[in-house]
């Protein structure tokens, strides 16, 4: 069969945990809604993000 276009949006399917507090889906034909938020549209979980993170850096200014 011709594949007319593939979704990535797969949340719970792939993921353990979603490390957003919105859930973004794909809709059918490959659109998603539209986000509203700041930035990226979405607010991080921190403690979800941390919890799926090898390493923690913190950047900080250089120091005259």
Same mark, same amino acid.
């Given at each position: +069969? &011709? ?8 949340? $719970?399917i792939?993921? #353990?945990?979603?490390?957003? @507090?919105?859930?973004i889906?794909f &809709?059918?034909?490959?659109?998603? +809604?539209? /986000?509203e938020g $700041?930035? /990226?549209?979405? #607010?991080? /979980? +921190?403690?979800?993000? @941390? ?7 913190? /950047?900080? $200014?250089?120091?005259?």
């Amino acid at each position: +069969p &011709q594949i007319r276009w593939v979704e990535g949006s797969w949340g $719970p399917i792939l993921l #353990s945990e979603d490390v957003s @507090a919105e859930r973004i889906c794909f &809709q059918s034909g490959g659109f998603a +809604p539209l /986000l509203e938020g $700041p930035g /990226l549209g979405i #607010s991080v /979980l +921190p403690d979800r993000l @941390a919890a799926h993170a090898e390493e923690v850096v913190t /950047l900080a $200014p250089p120091t005259p």
